[in-house]
């Protein structure tokens, strides 16, 4: 089996892009590929990464970087996982967001219109992704968004990863469902993701996360998700307060208070659009 460095050898420009809990990410250009990206991941057989490759390989979608080889190499004398796919050329959205980025309407409802129609196409292939946060879009200055990290998504008719009797399933504080974070698993479907979008797209034109903001610790996070209605939000063009309207509707308490699926939003999201003013 290859060694990384040898594997390397086949790359320019390779360099640590970043280190998570999971996984080792570098930035490498291919003759082949172009600009890429390389993630070893730590453990050979965890059953979450296993998860993710699938998924990958399972999606051919524009708004996922395309997946172009996976395999085992030897990294620090340990047999791992990678994956080689496509670098996004653009900004991660929360560093856009500590810049003081907030959206007008017409770059919300493009963002969020991209956003559901993402998650219309996972929905239905039986896929929740279910960790859509800042952290893992990237927009390139054109305003096209890509979504990055199925780290913890939940294939709906697959094996579950997380005990049903945990009193928690896997979640970002602030973004994910009440279902998702107290692990409801027979209500965690689109609607989940249908929550966190709106959450982030409240953010991009606030500039706050509504349950986040001035939040002591994560245990006031989670009761405020599952308690607190945001802030009516005026944003100028919103004539008739129809998007602000839509962002509540996805960020409902229950998953029975939000659209359907994620065509449902979008149908709503295009009845509301003659109410705007760009």
């Avoid at 990958?56 to 996976?70: C, F, H, I, Q, W």
């Avoid at 791992?80 to 003081?100: A, N, S, W």
């Avoid at 008739?240 to 999201?269: D, H």
Wanted: aromatic letters at 10%; one cysteine or more.
């Amino acid at each position: 089996m290859r060694r990384f460095d040898e594997m390397s050898q086949e790359y320019d420009k390779v360099s640590i892009l970043a280190r998570g809990g999971q996984k080792l990410v570098f930035s490498a250009s291919h003759k082949d590929y172009g600009e890429c990206v390389i993630k070893l991941y730590f453990s050979l057989n965890d059953p979450r990464s296993m998860r993710e490759i699938e998924i990958g390989r399972s999606l051919n979608l524009d708004a996922v970087p395309k997946m172009y080889e996976t395999g085992t190499v030897i990294y620090d004398n340990t047999e791992t996982l990678y994956i080689v796919e496509e670098k996004i050329c653009g900004t991660e959205l929360r560093e856009l967001l500590r810049q003081g980025m907030k959206f007008s309407l017409e770059e919300a409802v493009d963002f969020l219109e991209q956003g559901l129609y993402f998650i219309k196409n996972i929905e239905s292939k039986g896929i929740v992704h279910r960790d859509i946060k800042p952290e893992n879009i990237i927009r390139t200055t054109d305003g096209k968004i890509y979504f990055l990290d199925f780290g913890i998504a939940r294939i709906i008719n697959g094996t579950s990863l997380t005990k049903t009797e945990a009193l928690m399933g896997p979640h970002t504080p602030g973004y994910a469902a009440p279902e998702q974070f107290n692990n409801l698993k027979k209500d965690i479907d689109s609607r989940a993701d249908i929550f966190s979008l709106g959450v982030v797209t409240y953010e991009c034109i606030t500039g706050k996360n509504p349950f986040r903001e001035n939040a002591i610790n994560v245990l006031e996070v989670l009761q405020r998700t599952e308690t607190i209605t945001p802030v009516q939000y005026s944003i100028k063009g919103d004539t008739q307060s129809q998007f602000m309207a839509l962002l509540g509707a996805m960020m409902g308490k229950y998953p029975s208070r939000r659209p359907r699926t994620a065509e449902q939003a979008i149908g709503w999201l295009e009845a509301a659009k003659p109410t705007f003013i760009y």
